[in-house]
């Protein structure tokens, strides 16, 4: 029979190693702001404000209407360079960065 200690020594601690997201175009930070909207900025310093409130709103938001909840909205977060919220709902960066690249906001729908 092993011994607790014999079996710890034996695991790996990580198999992948960890990643990192610094691609231009990848999230590197985000801030609540009112009325349903993001600060977002970017690993080449574009930023911008993404304003969420129609596509919440929509009779078609889908996954997005979860995030009506203030509580739930304010745990928007950075993994892998996307901005997560609870529930696997995320936005996509590229299309993100392309439009605050072009004008400093974005208003998805």
Known sequence: MRTQSASAANRTVAVVPA????????VAEVKVADHYRILVSFHDGTSGVVDLSRLIRSPHAGVFAELADPLVFAKAEVVLGAVTWPGEIDLAPDAMYAALRSGGEWIPE
């Not at 990192?20 to 175009?25: A, E, G, I, N």
């Open 19 to 26: 990643i990192l997201c610094t691609h231009p175009d990848d």
